[in-house]
């Protein structure tokens, strides 16, 4: 009896070990690292899929990660192209021996080739074909396994000048990589797929993009069981761009993405088996650039636990490159969309988050691209951020890492005004900054989740703030106006 209790408080205790797995990543070489899909394994452990450009010839190698649960990489295998680029961006999960990878081959001088391979969880390749396209590159993917186990691709394929369109090409593959059908879509200048779905009642699919019509930035497009497009309605909101579509039932679904034009900010929103707008939700702050995350902005394994990611202060200019302190974004809401709450990770340099997955316990994976523009010269390290259910990072200590915030300051340095956002889980906390000599300047509560204050008449130089929550200081740090 007592070796059965035994047993059973040591399985409660690993249990509990795994179900607070956090970890944060940074990977780093000579190369420009960029993250691709990330997938996690049966064993908690993940799959990561990421190109390495070579900062002298900027050919692309194709490179795996496996990493455990607690952020440790156990294997990566790197597959090179001697005569141009090759990679494999998009990963579908079919088993822990089978992983459906597309991407795109191209050799020197050549049109570009559609890559389908299936790899094994030590990147052992199992099969692998390659298709001719008549076009010079791929651009953009989106890629599931649809209702009848097949692997449902969309991507945007692009001819340099004069011919210099992109033309949407749908196409559904077996799990081992034969081409069942296509279909070349030329009737728009510019399209791109962002994401796409099935409603296997009805017996169609429907895919989020852009450049399907001058009336409405973004489109939701009915296409049938053959790949033909029967539907072109606009997104509801003016969502579009970075747009991730995810079911929730046979009747509604979750749309994310940017919402524009007239403020930088990301969205998420439920929309019914007719694209009608039910509920949404407005994530960032106004005058502050937001941005969703690039290839995948939303996510959830539970409806009642939905995940939304995005870069927070951007730079539009820089693209991967910026010049200024950024973070990830990372919210959580409820099944009806009300905010749980929202945190921020990074902020010492650079960040721009590509894609944020829901994990098997209840928390999220974040991966994009960390940017140390003070000492690095165009070249991204892929950072990655394991949370809990509660966006916190923890480590064997019990203690949070500095990397988490309930809330951020910046421009850091400023001029005539900072801004403090936060998340609803600290509303009601009270700023305070001061002088270098410990003079109070400023003393603002945060009831909202954006506050902009006036530093026009404080004096050149470093001051010192910090956020207190129930009696406790939970973020501290230093502003210095210039």
């Known amino acids: 009896m007592k070796k059965l209790a035994f047993s059973l408080f040591f399985l409660l205790i690993y249990n509990l070990i795994l179900a607070q797995s956090t970890f944060t990543l940074l990977i ?28 002298s010839t900027f050919q692309c190698s194709q490179r795996f990660f496996k990493i455990n649960q607690n952020g440790i990489i156990t294997h990566d295998s790197i597959f090179e192209n001697p005569n141009g680029s090759e990679y494999l961006s ?18 020197l001088n050549e049109k570009g080739k559609i890559w389908v391979a299936g790899i094994d969880t030590e990147f052992n390749m199992q099969w692998n074909k390659k298709y001719q396209t008549n076009y010079d590159y791929l651009w953009g993917y989106t ?63 429907k895919a989020a993009v852009m450049g399907y019509s001058i009336y409405s930035p973004g489109q939701i497009l009915t296409i049938d069981s053959s790949l033909n497009i029967i539907g072109i ?12 579509m995810k079911k929730i039932n046979d009747t509604s679904y979750y749309l994310s993405g940017n919402i524009h034009p007239n403020q930088y900010d990301y969205a998420i929103m439920t929309l019914n088996e007719n694209s009608d707008c039910k509920k949404i939700s407005i994530l960032g702050q106004g005058d502050t650039i937001d941005f969703a995350g690039t290839i995948r902005s939303m996510d959830f394994s539970d409806p009642n636990k ?87 990072v923890t480590y064997a200590d019990n203690n949070q890492h500095e990397v988490v915030h309930d809330a951020i300051v910046y421009p850091n340095p400023g001029t005539d005004h900072m801004i403090i956002e ?26 909202e989740r954006k506050v902009t204050l006036n530093t026009q008449s404080l004096q050149t130089g470093t001051y010192v703030w910090q956020i207190i929550f129930n009696d406790k200081a939970i973020e501290t740090g230093k502003w210095v106006k210039e």
């Open 28 to 55: 780093s070489d000579s190369a420009d690292n960029r993250p691709g899909d990330i997938l996690e394994l049966s064993d908690h452990s993940f799959i990561l899929s990421s190109g390495m450009v070579n900062t």
């Open 90 to 107: 998009s990963l579908s999960y079919i088993n822990d021996t089978n992983i459906f990878c597309i991407g795109g081959l191209n050799d």
């Open 143 to 205: 890629a599931f396994i649809n209702s009848q186990n097949k692997i449902i691709y969309g991507t945007s394929l692009y001819n340099n000048p004069p011919d210099g369109r992109y033309k949407l090409l749908l196409q559904e593959f077996s799990l081992s990589g034969d081409s069942i059908r296509s279909t070349i879509d030329s009737s728009v200048v510019s399209p791109l797929i962002f994401s796409i779905m099935e409603f296997p009642g009805v017996g169609n699919y």
């Open 233 to 244: 309605q606009a997104i509801p909101n003016s969502v579009y761009n970075c747009n991730t």
């Open 306 to 392: 939905v995940y939304v990611g995005a870069t927070s202060n951007i730079s539009l200019v820089g693209g991967n490159f910026g010049q200024q302190n950024s973070w990830y974004a990372l919210s959580s809401f409820d099944s009806v969309l009300n905010l749980r709450w929202t945190k921020y990770y990074g902020g010492d340099t650079y960040y721009l988050l590509e894609d944020v997955v829901a994990t098997s316990d209840g928390g999220a994976i974040m991966s994009g691209t960390r940017y140390n523009y003070q000492a690095q010269s165009n070249k991204c390290d892929i950072y990655l951020v394991k949370v809990d259910q509660d966006g916190i």
């Open 422 to 447: 936060s998340g609803p889980q600290i509303s009601g906390a009270q700023f305070q900054m001061c002088s270098i000599d410990g003079k109070n300047v400023i003393t603002k509560t945060l009831n």
